[in-house]
């Protein structure tokens, strides 16, 4: 890829995602609907101007999604979310479950083999953290209880959807996984968390001592962002999420107190880079695969819909897990209803490992893309956009922009 | 390129700059100085963590160089530039034939054919804005006369070093240029800078206009990245260079007023990017090639000696071309000095093109890499770091953060 030809796709893209952007805000839609819509008709099958597996382009999406999370972290409250935590876990577990034995069930209703069949099931257990967090901060809810619950369990899920993929990737290439090491798995994946989370507080605050004292430009900034980059790596190696470990790092940053003196900056970077992830998601969409007049693409569709459904209906059951606390159950199920990068992974792999046929890939594909897009429909018919702003003010460079 | 890896270099590069730019920041030196030995030292020659051709680190450091002279651009009045323009047209000329002609009969000489002697002299041509540019911010001397008519010259011989390039690399092709080619190639060059002034200014009062009626997030600072990218790419496309475009669009984005509302956020993103761009030159460099115990090393050593001497001496001179101004003469003459990106270019054409052996590409690469150290030091020696405020308070964010 050429400087040019690279200057000019994040011209395409950026250009593109606050084209759409602003026409979504017109029709009161969350900005991230544009920007998925954007990405469509960028990506390969319409215009063709985006690429999304181009690799720098790929890596700068993930870097969006990376600050995404660590700026939703650095808007968390930790206790504010431990607070909900038994509720978020409940939603999460059986968010993992329904999904997983539904369309298992699916699977085996349409008459496909038990390992496909397994397949789909496990397609649909992970939640998207980066979207649905993205559609709350949109709708300016970010800080409503229901919120936090999604989030928590978003954040759960995602880290089990990892667990789940670990353990179908193994039976995808025959070898099968030992209870043993699938304890082991869910271990490391949350045990990172329980680490970073009590290292990481004793370390920030020494480290932001040790910060304090430089002289160097934009040093608290550039530590912060370190901070996100170290924690992501870390998590990957550990066999977590690399967002999680950013969305750790915004946590705990937030903990110290010292957020507020670099949220804007953050805003700046998050502003260029998280419209690239949102673009990506949306240009990998084959939307001639839409199109009912070819029969091709009937069955797919038929499939879709169906695997739809269930993700849809899951999800929303999940929602009514916390039975014990008085919060709007139907908005945290459809807060949870959006698949996102893990079910495209688990669609990537299954694909290369030969149970998935491309018909079956495309229809995991479209149902992430389905349920992306319903998602903000919904909470944006559940929830009216809150009065004021629209996002709590956080960095005086973003309140001076905006004035 | 994995996820992880391309974080991890990120943590190796963002880690180095900070830490030897603060180093650099101690010994009362320009921090640039401190990323380029932080690259040295993280490149292949050395550690080996920081690949600076890998596709996606290259591409942002591109990007990175892009934002430092568009952010230059914003800093710079256009009507004081144009008021010191007969001088630095005049550096900037003297500055391009003086190098030429020096490292030509240098290399002749030295014995060499004259095609390569030419290339010699062709690489000593052009002046790196960024690195010179990046080197009076750090002073925080980038208001001052002399800064000014470094400032143009370099924009202007960076111009006039794309036209060099084009002709010697043709010749290096076999297939020389018509007079009329270059004419065509020069006046398409200067061209763009000229239109996109007068365009760009009509252009940008209507734009903000549209953008000021959207009420998408953070429209303004996204209009003004997206401002700089488009002109970068109409830049290249025309012949002239992208770096030449991110400036012209700072200078205009300048005369429209608005820039005090968007300086934060490109402070912000320019803290993440612009050491990328000064970690990958440094990265370049192969150190070993400075060890004089080994004795192929020597004749490339003397070589780099020479052409160095030349390098300092031609450019030096050159600062003394406005003999009619009131100006500190060796100031602009040792801001003139240090050669970048184009210097690199051409040894890469010629080492392509086969007119230089891996000796000479050695020795030009060790030129372009010792005039760059050379300045800022000199340029330090010479001028005192400004009391009060390294840079001139541009936006809130920062104030915020450095306080």
Redesign the interface.
């Known amino acids: 890829?050429s400087?040019?030809a690279?200057?000019?796709a994040?011209?395409a893209i950026?250009?593109g995602a606050?084209l759409f952007?602003?026409l979504a805000?017109?029709v009161r839609q969350p900005?991230v609907l544009g920007e998925l819509v954007a990405g469509a008709i960028l990506g390969p099958s319409v215009l063709g101007w985006v690429d999304p597996h181009a690799?720098?382009i790929h890596?700068?999406a993930?870097?969006g999604v990376?600050i995404l999370l660590f700026e939703i972290g650095l808007e968390t409250d930790l206790r504010r979310l431990l607070r909900v935590g038994s509720a978020s876990a409940a939603v999460a577990t059986v968010g993992v479950l329904l999904p997983l034995g539904g369309g298992y069930a699916l699977g085996r209703v349409l008459g496909f083999e038990p390992l496909l069949a397994l397949f789909l099931g496990a397609a649909l257990t992970a939640t998207s953290v980066g979207i649905t967090g993205r559609v709350l901060t949109d709708l300016g809810r970010l800080q409503e209880p229901e919120s936090q619950v999604v989030l928590g369990a978003a954040v759960i899920d995602d880290i089990l959807g990892l667990v789940v993929l670990a353990v179908v990737a193994g039976l995808a290439e025959g070898s099968g996984m030992s209870g043993g090491a699938v304890a082991l798995l869910v271990a490391k994946a949350f045990g990172f968390v329980a680490v970073a989370l009590v290292v990481g507080r004793l370390a920030a605050g020494w480290l932001l001592r040790l910060v304090d004292r430089?002289?160097?430009?934009?040093?608290?900034?550039?530590?912060a962002?370190?901070f996100a980059?170290?924690l992501?790596?870390v998590a990957?190696?550990v066999g977590s999420a690399?967002i999680v470990g950013a969305f750790a790092a915004g946590l705990l940053l937030a903990e110290t107190g010292r957020a507020p003196?670099?949220e804007?900056?953050?805003?700046?970077?998050a502003?260029?880079l998280v419209p690239i992830f949102f673009v990506s998601v949306g240009a990998v969409m084959d939307v001639r695969l839409l199109n009912p007049l070819n029969a091709e693409n009937r069955e797919i569709l038929l499939v879709t819909l169906a695997l739809t459904a269930v993700a849809v209906v899951t999800k929303m059951l999940a929602g009514y897990a916390p039975f014990w606390m008085k919060l709007q159950k139907h908005v945290i199920g459809v807060g949870m209803v959006p698949r996102g990068e893990v079910g495209l992974i688990f669609a990537q792999v299954g694909l290369a490992g030969g149970v998935l046929a491309i018909a079956e890939y495309n229809a995991v594909t479209l149902m992430v893309m389905a349920t992306t897009f319903l998602a903000p429909l919904g909470l944006r018919a559940l929830w009216k956009r809150r009065p004021g702003p629209?996002?709590p003010p956080t960095?005086?460079?973003?309140l001076?922009?905006?004035t």
């Open positions: 890829m400087v040019t690279f200057l000019a994040l011209v950026l250009a606050k952007g602003e805000e017109r900005a690799e720098p890596l700068l993930e870097l990376l430089l002289r160097v430009r934009g040093a608290l900034f550039v530590f962002f370190l980059l170290v992501a790596v990957e190696a690399f003196e670099v804007g900056e953050f805003r700046a970077v502003l260029i629209r996002v960095g005086v460079a973003e001076v922009a905006e």
